[in-house]
């Protein structure tokens, strides 16, 4: 068996790669197709995202059995090690068989010399995991396959709920679902889904929103190639709400891509809206997003610190700012960034989100709204950076973040897990006259 036709050897050379600095969600994307069954896709999802969420935890536990660490040119096999551990104790699959999947997959990896070593460090774990599981639980970084900048900054930032975030940051995310109220309503794509055996519920808080109790290949979902909602979590869909478009007026969604929140602004009102993005390669995917649920806008590749480059000079009535940012808030979703994210990257997201919101205030009319909104939870990209706009522009004010979230500055901050949603940050920001 080769490596394409094995979900286990084609998870470790992918978890690998993403280990080594790639994307776990274009890589999981590109390697799906190659995966006809839906079972095989679901378990190759399955074991990227928990490989990469425990991958601090159970690497070190196999730096505490090995004698010398695998060679660089082996990482393929260090990988399968760390996936063979996470189905023994993250997914929970029967032991011996899960042990016996894994050395079958170090075969169809071509390395079958590792097959002897495979099962013997998976079998010895199964002997001596609670002795390892305590050494390892002595150091809050292996404890919870955090890295360690990030611990101390959830501390500083949110002391009495780092470690509510950290355990909400290793528990898999739910599947929301935005209506696309154009083409119908929430209660009539809510009972198709029930129809066809699938249970979701309507959050009242969120009126265009489905709660799904399980995760689904959403491509085969009820309505989906129909155009009759989007994926989208729940603390996402409050951005168009909060933006306030209405019918005749000028919007920009200044970071667009992939169009999540442009579509759901289309969804409310009629507006003319310019979805911008920077990366002229992200632009296929939005129109794409917007074809399908029957949208359209002004699609423009550009960089929004410098509106020179795409501006036409005619002001917005709205701007819409889901700014570049750490991406904290959404670590049970991406959990690679906790392999990725350093430390150092936080200053430099603070200058572009800076430059992002000063070049774009000119280009709002008087009396105009703009929704600075980031999937962040670090105070620096969010309450931070608001106290610092505001005190450097005399024209803005702020207006509350009409919900109970929590209190942060000037805005509203949602944390990981709270109403089953990502950690999300929100403040409007308004024009005077």
């Known amino acids: 068996m080769n490596s394409a036709a094995n979900p286990r050897a084609l998870a470790a050379q992918a978890l690998a790669e993403i280990v080594a600095g790639k994307s776990l969600r274009a890589t999981f994307a590109a390697l799906s197709t190659k995966l006809p069954d839906t079972r095989d896709r679901a378990l190759l999802s ?29 990482a393929d096999v260090q990988a399968l090690l760390v996936l063979g551990l996470v189905q023994i104790e993250i997914l ?24 002897g070593l495979v099962n013997a460090l998976l079998r010895r774990w199964l002997r001596e995991r609670d002795r390892i599981n305590a050494q390892l639980d002595a150091d809050a970084v292996t404890r919870s396959a955090h890295p360690r900048w990030l611990l101390d900054t959830l501390a500083v930032d949110w002391p009495d709920m780092a470690q509510s975030i950290v355990a909400a940051n290793n528990v898999e995310a739910p599947l929301w679902l935005r209506v696309n109220r154009r083409r119908g309503t929430r209660e009539d794509l809510s009972g198709r889904l029930t129809a066809a055996g699938i249970v979701n519920e309507a959050p009242q808080a969120l009126p ?59 969804e409310h009102a009629d507006v003319e809206l310019v979805a911008l993005d920077s990366d002229p390669r992200r632009l296929p995917r939005l129109r794409e997003n917007l074809a399908r649920l029957g949208l359209r806008a002004d699609i423009r590749a550009g960089d929004a610190a410098d509106p020179k ?38 200053d430099t997201l603070v200058s572009l989100q800076a430059r992002l919101a000063d070049a774009l205030w000119p280009l709002l009319k008087p009396g105009g709204r703009l929704v600075y909104a980031t999937c ?18 005399a024209d803005a004010g702020s207006l509350p973040v009409p919900f109970e979230w929590h209190a942060a500055g000037s805005g509203a901050q949602n944390l990981p897990g709270e109403g089953g949603m990502d950690g999300f940050f929100y403040a409007i920001l308004e024009k005077y006259n």
């Not at 808030?329 to 906790?338: L, N, S, T």
Request: charged share 20%; glycine share 6%.
């Open 46 to 74: 399955a074991l990227l995202h928990t490989g990469a969420r425990w991958w601090l935890h159970f690497d070190a536990a196999l730096a505490a059995m090995l004698e010398r660490p695998l060679h660089e040119r082996e």
């Open 92 to 115: 929970h699959l029967p032991e011996y068989a899960a042990v016996a999947a894994t050395v079958e997959a170090v075969r169809a990896l071509r390395r079958p010399a590792f097959a």
């Open 208 to 266: 265009d929103a489905l709660l799904l109790a399980h995760s689904a290949d959403v491509a085969h979902l009820p309505g989906y190639a129909e155009g009759l909602f989007s994926v989208q979590d729940g603390a996402a869909q409050f951005a168009a709400p909060l933006l306030d478009a209405r019918d005749g007026m000028r919007v920009l969604d200044a970071c667009a891509a992939p169009g999540g929140k442009s579509a759901h602004i289309l």
């Open 309 to 346: 480059g795409w501006w036409d000079g005619r002001a917005f009535d709205r701007i819409l700012l889901d700014a570049p940012c750490s991406a904290s808030g959404i670590i049970r979703r991406q959990p690679d960034i906790k392999l990725h994210r350093r430390a150092a990257d936080i």
């Open 376 to 393: 962040s939870v670090f105070a620096a990209e969010n309450s931070r950076r608001i106290a610092a706009f505001l005190a450097a522009h």
